[in-house]
């Protein structure tokens, strides 16, 4: 459990950096590649992995029900600043004065997501799995977005990784912090399934979606489509 929410956080992380050596027109033309990949693979592991399990275990008023929940509390986080999904430094608001909120938000996401990793773990591995892969890869448009922001901050490059690496290490204590709760209320299990995939749908269709509705990717919605596919497949095959 702590490997894959180690591997879902700090994976992003380390790919993400490796865009940031990629020249700007490159990377430009890269993320919306990623995040039409991220789309399905946020859908697939919410409505045909996490939701199913949750399904199993709660009466579908109350699975549903705590799915809303989650909607609506990532809603408000990102209202509130707590959370915030940026793919490039020209989508986000963020300066130098307000930079260290996307530190904040980027510690908070990662221990929400290292929580999500473990609950998935400790329902079966291969649901842990299937996570995890679904958090590293819309991971990765957000921490090119969120470095390229630290970096029009002022933060020097090595700065504004080793800063988001401490960020991503929250996800590992999200995922402790799960196990340890899991002893005292292992039938908390499906609610955080069910939540998380409220996560994963707003992530999906409130940040995802309308960055593909603004182009990007070369051969236009044929392109997307396919890479949307291939996100959906993943979460199949696995």
Request: a neutral charge; aromatic letters at 6%.
């Amino acid at each position: 459990a702590v490997g894959l929410s180690a591997l879902g956080s700090l994976g992003g992380l380390l790919t993400a950096s490796t865009f940031l050596l990629l020249g700007d027109g490159l990377r430009v033309r890269l993320v919306p590649w990623l995040i039409s990949y991220a789309v399905c693979t946020l859908l697939g592991a919410a409505l045909l992995a996490l939701l199913p399990q949750a399904l199993g275990q709660l009466a579908p008023p109350r699975a549903l029900g705590t799915l809303l929940a989650g909607v609506l509390a990532f809603f408000l986080l990102e209202k509130l600043v707590l959370w915030r999904h940026c793919h490039d430094a020209h989508d986000c608001a963020v300066h130098s004065s307000t930079a260290s909120l996307v530190i904040v938000g980027d510690a908070f996401h990662a221990f929400v997501d290292g929580a999500v990793i473990a609950a998935a773990v400790l329902t079966s591995v291969p649901l842990g799995v299937t996570t995890a892969i679904a958090v590293a890869t819309h991971e990765i448009p957000q921490e090119v977005g969120d470095v390229a922001i630290l970096l029009r901050a002022g933060y020097s490059r090595s700065r504004a990784f080793m800063l988001n690496v401490l960020s991503a290490t929250g996800g590992i204590a999200g995922a402790i912090l799960m196990l340890l709760a899991s002893q005292s209320v292992p039938n908390a299990l499906p609610y955080v399934l069910a939540f998380a995939s409220g996560n994963f749908l707003y992530v999906a269709m409130a940040d995802l979606i309308p960055d593909l509705h603004r182009g990007g990717v070369r051969g236009g919605p044929f392109h997307q489509l396919a890479l949307i596919t291939a996100g959906v497949l993943t979460i199949v095959l696995l």
